[in-house]
């Protein structure tokens, strides 16, 4: 039996190589056909049912197929097997649990390569039995349901900044297309809606049977201040300077990785699309390009002058009389461009041709944008095992790139402060609050490749994402996607455009909301989360440390 599981495993694996094959697709089915392979186990088959329940559940509340009433019960298989268990393989189970959420959860990772799918998987895992578990089995001065409710949180924030961070999955994501829950988040933000639903779900087992009524009574309140919260979007302003167009260029992964050996062939592309936008819509005051798709690289030291950069977008420019907005690479200087040493930068060109500002990366995923080694490595050791890699084991140079270091706003005109965030930095509620707080924005901006996962749900589930985003901040949210899902979404949380045919070339106008009155969560509730997590673990440490004094 055991070469047979491990078979299981192995024959994705290495079809995961084959190129044209979606690996995802294996991955789903090994994990879902293994625990047929302990089914003959009666002690197991209890804790196997919960685990397919969950998975199952799991699948449905969130996109696609978007059922979120189902977030409500979905982790009730998990604390009824939890609860089943003796203790003796506690962290085993923990562990098991976290990669089946993981593993099944971010499956489009399998898109770009088997290893991403086990990186993201396997610490996903050991994060879920340090944080859930720690705080389960060493907060035993709070009640049950109080207890269950912050061992989640305490998961879904470690998880949102270990190891690269994911901010993914959160239990109050499955909520995004319910008005009065969503509205929760500019109280609380998002970890507050998941707040609620873990206690609700814990209170179920709780030996307490007030814990019910508790929760009964949380969700009420939860809910009214919800209703009560719900606003009717802000009125669309009249002014056409507000109009931003977003350009979908749908390039593929491979061409776009060769855009500037192919820089002709790509710009005469961008520009065509950017034309046929600008014809349909002549208001437009801003033009936005994804991440990373501009065919020439910046310069910072000549400020794009007499560069590659500079000359196509100032022709741009001129051609519509529009200030733009575009991701490329950006580098300090001759040295760095030669040692592939950039960041993953977005540049505002004017609408008089003049250089505007830039904005630089600061969150970059792991090993696929930064060389982690290089934090704590001198650089020219550094430098020589990238030099390696890049020669021997096909590491790409676009894998070593350098950190921003501050947040920033470009300023494209009246009412066009744009808080800028790029690709996965869109999904982290406390960077995208700094990102709108630094320079009073208008509007949040995200440029985002997603060129890399196909037709999966990956594209779908950041859009549900970012509908948070706008409610915590009350500002607008944009995305200008590669491979889509472009979008905008207002200040309430309503999607108010897309373009979700993915990896489609298209051109999405917006007439920009105005922004609303910054929320509670923008004000300082967005700290209570990691103090109330703080304080909890204080206690645990100090009762630790009084207990080991008695002892």
């Known amino acids: 039996m055991k070469w047979f599981v491990a078979l299981l495993f192995a024959v994705p694996l290495a079809l995961s190589f084959v190129p044209g094959l979606p690996p995802h697709g294996y991955h789903l089915l090994c994990l879902l056909a293994l625990p047929l392979f302990f089914w003959r186990r009666p002690a197991h088959r209890g804790r196997l049912l919960a685990y397919g329940g969950f998975l199952l559940l799991q699948t449905l509340a969130y996109p696609n197929p978007d059922w979120g ?115 929760l988040a500019a109280i609380t933000g998002v970890s507050g809606i998941s ?34 919260s719900v606003k009717d979007d802000a009125p669309v302003p009249g002014r056409g300077e507000r109009t931003v167009l977003l350009v979908q260029s749908a390039l ?45 690289p910046f310069r910072e030291d000549l400020a794009g002058e007499d560069f590659n950069f500079m000359p196509l ?27 592939g040493r950039g960041y993953n930068a977005a540049v505002l060109v004017l609408d008089d041709g003049s250089y505007g500002g830039i904005y630089r990366k600061r969150w970059l995923v792991p090993m696929g944008e930064e060389f982690l080694p290089r934090r704590i490595l001198p650089d020219e050791w550094a430098d020589s095992a990238v030099e390696w890699l890049v020669a021997n084991g096909g590491f790409p140079r676009t894998s070593d790139l350098r950190r921003g270091e501050e947040p920033a706003t470009l300023d494209a005109g009246i009412g066009l402060r744009c808080a800028m965030s790029i690709c996965f930095e869109g ?19 995200n440029l985002v490749n997603n060129g890399w996962f196909g037709d999966s749900w990956e594209a779908q589930q950041m859009l549900a994402i970012f509908r948070f985003r706008a409610v915590e901040t009350g500002v607008p949210f944009l995305c200008c996607a590669n491979g889509g899902i472009s979008c905008a979404i207002s200040p309430t949380g309503k999607i108010i455009g897309t373009l979700d045919r993915l990896m489609e070339p298209a051109v999405l106008a917006v007439l920009v909301p105005d922004a609303i009155e910054a929320p509670i969560y923008l004000r300082g509730g967005r700290f209570i989360v990691p103090v109330a997590l703080g304080l909890i673990f204080l206690i645990i440490f100090l009762r630790d440390s009084w207990k080991k004094t008695r002892g």
């Not at 710009?267 to 600008?278: D, N, P, Q, S």
């Not at 999904?427 to 901006?445: C, F, H, N, R, Y």
């Open 427 to 445: 999904l982290s509620p406390e960077m995208t609050a700094q990102s709108v707080e630094v320079g009073k924005a208008d509007l949040i901006l």
């Open 252 to 296: 593929s992964q491979s061409l776009k990785e060769q855009r500037f050996e192919s820089a002709d062939q790509v710009a005469e592309m961008l520009v065509r699309l950017t034309r046929e936008g600008m014809e349909a819509h002549p208001e437009t005051a801003l033009i936005v390009w994804p991440e990373t798709i501009f065919p020439a």
């Open 313 to 339: 977008a100032r022709q741009i420019a001129r051609r519509f009389g529009v200030s733009g907005i575009y991701g490329t690479g950006s580098y300090r200087d001759r040295e760095d461009l030669m040692r």
């Open 69 to 183: 009433i189902l977030g409500w019960c979905l982790l009730l298989p998990w604390i009824w097997a939890r609860e089943r268990e003796d203790g003796t393989n506690w962290f085993l189970t923990a562990w098991f649990f976290g990669f089946l959420r993981a593993a099944t959860g971010f499956y489009w990772l399998g898109n770009i390569h088997w290893v991403n799918w086990f990186v993201v998987a396997l610490p996903s895992g050991l994060l879920f039995a340090l944080s859930y578990e720690v705080v389960m089995r060493k907060a035993t001065f709070l009640p049950f349901a109080l207890r269950g409710a912050t061992a989640w949180i305490a998961f879904e924030w470690v998880h949102s900044w270990v190891a690269g961070g994911f901010p993914w999955l959160y239990l109050g994501h499955t909520q995004h297309d319910f008005a009065p829950v969503l509205q």
């Open 195 to 228: 707040f609620v639903m873990a206690y609700a779900q814990h209170a179920v087992f709780d030996p307490d049977r007030r814990a019910r009524v508790h929760a009964a009574t949380l969700v009420g309140f939860a809910l009214v201040i919800g209703w009560m």
